[in-house]
């Protein structure tokens, strides 16, 4: 996830926090991070860096140069909170999200594409709000932002990877699999083991095909015998 949205995200941290009167225990940072398994997909999971923004809760590397930070902003305060991706509070994660990415492209002349959809851990699991993002540079890369709201906390997992790279979308999408099984077992599910066909986040491209032979030269015409002058009488 790039440094602005983060920071944007954790600019959200007062203002939710400000919201109506305390309810039901919420889902501790310390518990979440429990909760997140070790390795999936090829990620490995470490506690964040020393000066990370305070929504990071933990972050996840892969050898293959994709990255993935888990977020958790403030426990919503107000009574009826539901699970999932229906809670205003998740729009305006996303909101933030898309406008840090939108910020960062301008000030780097880069082209973005956004695409907001919503998606589901498993059959039987907590739904989430996604904003797909293509940055299109000098380094071209994709990021894919999921939240949603789990025992009253909202929580965002981004992904990072070079979008040269990842080649596969829709349901065999291996950033929107690891994505998604994280925000499974972020609400107490058993994390699924990731598709054979997905189990690597970021397939390296395929070599260049080799260039075609030169294609043989036209076979020159014949030329006429020439023919003297006629009179015609």
């Known amino acids: 996830m790039s440094r602005r949205a983060a920071l944007a995200l954790a600019a959200l941290l007062p203002l939710l ?7 039901a225990p919420e889902l501790t940072v310390e518990e979440a991070y429990a909760r ?3 390795e999936i997909g090829g990620f ?3 506690w964040p860096e020393r000066g990370a923004p305070g929504t990071v809760i933990a972050r996840y590397a892969h050898p293959n140069r994709s990255a993935a930070s888990v977020h958790a902003l403030p426990p919503a305060r107000r009574t009826e909170v539901r699970d999932g991706e229906e809670d ?6 996303m909101e933030t999200f898309a406008r840090g990415v ?3 492209a301008a000030s780097r002349r880069e082209n973005v594409t956004l695409r907001h959809f919503g998606a589901r851990a498993a059959e039987a699991g907590p739904a989430a709000r996604c ?9 071209p890369r994709r990021q894919l932002g999921c939240a949603a709201m789990l025992e009253r906390r909202v929580f965002v997992v981004m992904m990072l990877a070079p979008e040269s790279a990842d080649l596969r979308r829709g349901l065999r999408d291996p950033l929107l699999a690891v994505t998604m099984r994280l925000i499974g077992a972020l609400a107490g599910g058993a994390p699924e083991a990731i598709p054979a066909d997905a189990d690597d986040p970021i397939p390296p491209p395929p070599a260049a095909a080799p260039p075609a032979p030169p294609a043989p030269a036209a076979p020159r015409r014949p030329r006429l015998p020439t023919v003297g002058p006629t009179w015609r009488t």
């Open 44 to 46: 490995r999971k470490s």
């Open 36 to 38: 997140l398994p070790e």
């Open 17 to 23: 926090a400000a919201c109506g009167g305390r309810s």
């Open 88 to 93: 205003p509070e998740v729009g305006a994660a």
């Open 131 to 139: 904003l797909d993002v293509y940055l299109r540079g000098d380094a």
């Open 102 to 104: 939108a910020v960062e």
